[in-house]
């Protein structure tokens, strides 16, 4: 205390010997270190108190300017802080003495500097400030993020439940200057560099996955406000590095993410903000009104880095549907009109030219994600938006890619596409709307591949074929197959064959007559090129095909499917008897009976 020089050769020397433990880039995995700093009891008398002191001292002459000596005296508290609290055990003492919030007050007086654009600063040399700066949000990392789950959660490592459980130390209790101080930050922020900004974002996450009274504590109407600023902020490059502007985007959005999760988690009165106001400013910045903006920001340069970013929002979007709580989530969705929103983005897009295809991918895969395993929202997007609707919207949109017609099909499935005899129909009407779109490809090679994969999923088990039927997929097919002039004769012959496969299930008068009718043609004496295929489909539809089994039944494949009796008061007597043959289809695997957590049927 009384000789300075000795406590910075002190600090030196503890800091020269723990610096592996400086892992200050959040975009870096924790280095995994065997040996551990020493416990606070271990430290010499006093010494927090004494450096407090002196990190207080640095506060008071920050106004005045700090001199060389001074600063890095106070990077060198700063970097002492951080070893500290990687020994968890001394996070809980460190954050409730005032070193946070003093630290926290330097580093605003720095970021101020750093945004203003002032001849001395473009002469003066910037380093040892943004040094402070980094090492500062490492320190606040280290209080409210111990255990790096946030920079897992980047790298792709998500913490089950039993994981975080297991986690022995709680982080340090959120100051309440955090949210005034990320704020401030961002007000008049253009001239601070993207990298700082991308570190202030690292902080927020790190705090939002550190625990849930912190998190619950920095959600609040400022800083979602500041997230979204940021995001609208991203389509407007200057001459800023493209990457990191690319890379604070991706950053803000998986912020998000967390976000919304987080408050899944939390009851009403906890939270500062509601998960529907969050999705009802995303999705105003998803659809924002490009047409407002003045011509010199309208170029193509501009529109190529808008739809990026807005491919960013739609993938997004999927991400955060991936969570434990899906049904509640995909409520609120629906609740904050998404589908509205998502076929209002397709509409116009249309002005643009290019990158249609790709945004025409991610908003398909956004949809399927709202609708993943819910049969209240596939009802509500029938009666809201109706699949005729998205199918002249995609149309106008030009000649689909494979990418986009794939997508579809994953729709259908709610999966891989290719996975065909693990994953079976989930959603039928997909499957309608690219029979319909099969005149209108112009490549033959797509009309072949979709007609052969429609011909697999839709035959390969009866569960298959009675969701085709009862979807009116025959007639479908056969208005399809009068448009015999635009389709390759493979196409055709594939869909026949689908036709007599779903005919052999189930086949009405009116689809027998529309059949009939397919093979009419303006010459009498000229054969309809269909004739033989349609006659091989009629042929199997009389065919008896495997074991006799009945041609009613009851469907209980649904995981809440089952069997209504009357109440006991209307039973015809004193007993009820139910008899009926069981049918188990052998030849559908569900990937989810499996797993551990997977559900199976009880037989009584």
């Not at 010499?44 to 207080?56: F, G, K, S, Y």
């Not at 399809?480 to 004769?489: D, I, M, R």
């Amino acid at each position: 205390q009384k000789d300075p020089d000795y406590l910075k050769l002190w600090l030196d020397s503890f800091v020269s010997s723990y610096e592996q433990f400086l892992d200050v880039d959040f975009e870096k995995l924790p280095t995994r270190v065997d040996d551990i700093p020493p416990g606070i009891s271990l430290l010499p008398d006093n010494i927090l108190q004494v450096l407090r002191l002196q990190l207080l001292q640095c506060v008071q002459k920050m106004s005045d300017g700090l001199e060389e000596q001074q600063q890095a005296l106070s990077l060198l508290l700063v970097k002492f802080f951080i070893i500290l609290c990687r020994n968890l055990a001394n996070v809980e003492e460190i954050g409730m003495c005032s070193y946070i919030n003093h630290v926290i007050t330097m580093t605003t007086l720095y970021i101020q500097q750093l945004k203003s654009k002032t001849k001395e600063k473009e002469v003066a040399d910037q380093t040892p400030i943004e040094e402070f700066v980094r090492h500062a949000l490492a320190f606040c990392e280290s209080l409210y993020d111990p255990y790096r789950n946030w920079r897992q959660r980047i790298a792709g490592h998500f913490l089950s439940t039993v994981e975080r459980s297991r986690q022995k130390y709680k982080p340090a209790s959120l100051t309440v200057e955090f949210v005034p101080f990320f704020y401030q930050c961002f007000q008049e922020s253009e001239h601070l560099k993207e990298s700082l900004k991308c570190c202030l974002l690292h902080l927020f996450g790190a705090i939002v996955a550190g625990g849930q009274r912190n998190a619950l504590q920095a959600v609040s109407p400022a800083t979602m406000e500041v997230l979204m600023r940021v995001l609208a902020d991203c389509d407007n490059w200057d001459d800023r590095n493209p990457e990191e502007v690319s890379r604070k985007a991706e950053l803000t959005l998986k912020c998000l993410t967390e976000v919304v999760h987080i408050l899944l988690t939390s009851s009403s009165d906890q939270r500062q903000v509601e998960t529907s106001t969050i999705l009802e400013n995303y999705f105003k910045l998803l659809n924002s009104d490009h047409s407002a903006l003045p011509n010199a920001r309208r170029c193509r340069q501009w529109e190529s880095r808008f739809i990026a970013l807005q491919i960013q929002m739609l993938n997004t979007i999927t991400a955060m549907l991936d969570c434990t709580d899906r049904p509640v989530l995909q409520a609120i969705f629906l609740n904050s009109n998404c589908f509205e929103h998502l076929i209002r983005l397709l509409q116009n897009c249309k002005v643009f030219q290019g990158h249609l295809d790709s945004l025409a991918v991610s908003t398909i895969q956004a949809l399927t994600a709202v609708m993943h395993k819910s049969p209240a929202a596939k009802e509500v997007f029938k009666e809201r938006i109706g699949y005729a609707h998205i199918y002249e919207v995609l149309k106008s949109l030009g000649q689909p890619s494979r990418e986009l017609l794939e997508e579809l099909m994953n729709m259908a499935v709610e999966g891989d596409h290719m996975a065909v005899g693990i994953l079976g129909i989930s959603n039928v009407q997909p499957l309608l709307l690219l029979i319909q779109w099969l005149p209108e490809l112009e490549s033959h090679e797509l009309q072949i591949f979709i007609s052969n994969w429609l011909r697999r999923i839709c035959c390969i088990n009866r569960q298959s074929r009675a969701t085709c039927v009862n979807a009116n997929m025959v007639i479908r097919i056969i208005e399809t197959l009068n448009s015999h002039s635009a389709l390759h004769c493979t196409c055709a012959e594939n869909l026949i064959a689908l036709l007599g496969s779903l005919g052999s299930q189930s086949m009405g008068s009116e689809e027998l007559l529309q059949l009939i009718r397919l093979l009419r043609t303006e010459e009498p004496r000229g054969a309809h090129p269909y004739v033989v295929p349609v006659m091989r489909a009629i042929l199997a539809m009389a065919r008896k095909q495997g074991m006799a089994s009945a041609l009613q039944y009851f469907n209980l494949h649904h995981s809440m499917a089952g069997i209504a009796v009357p109440a006991i008061q209307r039973w015809p007597g004193s007993a009820f008897s139910f008899n009926a043959w069981l049918c188990l289809d052998q030849d559908r695997v569900d990937p989810s009976t499996t797993s551990k957590s997977g559900k199976r049927k009880q037989l009584y």
